[in-house]
């Protein structure tokens, strides 16, 4: 899957594109609207939290470094301890840390906003709608030109890969 964006000028042209979209097979969970706050959406799928914020790639980071936190205080624990610590002990001060990394970088991911969508809040603060559009690979240039044909006023964005990468 891959996310779409699309700057649309008004919630009216949005709705156009929605039921355009919805017609051609996309479903409700696969777009997401980010408007000004206060922006009544008028029925429309806002973009949830993992979305507008930097939550999943700082839980990325937290178990990334959490989990070599505490690999390192395990092998401290185990210069110090001897093999008294070896194996699980071990493996349990990893995922401790891993755990804890990954709860503290979600924390602190959830109160920053999503830097990749920093580029369009200028346009957004002056009434403008960012509709995130996730669709199958093949389809991309299908829905692209399905929106852009019919709507000349929705301005086409980008291209980015949902997690995992690898789809």
């Known amino acids: 899957m891959r996310r779409i964006y699309f700057l649309v000028p008004n919630i009216q042209i949005t709705h156009k594109i929605v039921k355009e979209l919805q017609a051609n097979g996309i479903e409700d969970r696969h777009i997401h609207i980010l408007a000004k706050r206060d922006t009544p959406l008028e029925g429309l799928n806002e973009a949830g939290v993992s979305i507008k914020t930097d939550f999943i790639p700082a839980v990325e980071r937290g178990v990334a470094l959490g989990g070599a936190t505490g690999l390192l205080a395990g092998l401290v624990g185990l210069r110090f301890a001897g093999f008294a610590i070896a194996g699980g002990p071990l493996l349990g ?34 009434g403008e709608l960012l509709m995130l559009v996730d669709v199958p690979r093949d389809r991309i240039e299908t829905i692209r030109k399905l929106v852009t044909r019919h709507h ?3 301005e086409f964005e980008g291209i980015e890969p949902i997690l995992p990468p690898s789809y």
């Open 93 to 126: 001060i990893i995922i401790a840390g891993a755990t804890i990394g990954s709860l503290m970088g979600g924390l602190a991911g959830m109160n920053s906003g999503n830097s990749r969508l920093k580029q369009f809040e200028e346009a957004i603060e002056q």
């Open 152 to 154: 000349t006023e929705a």
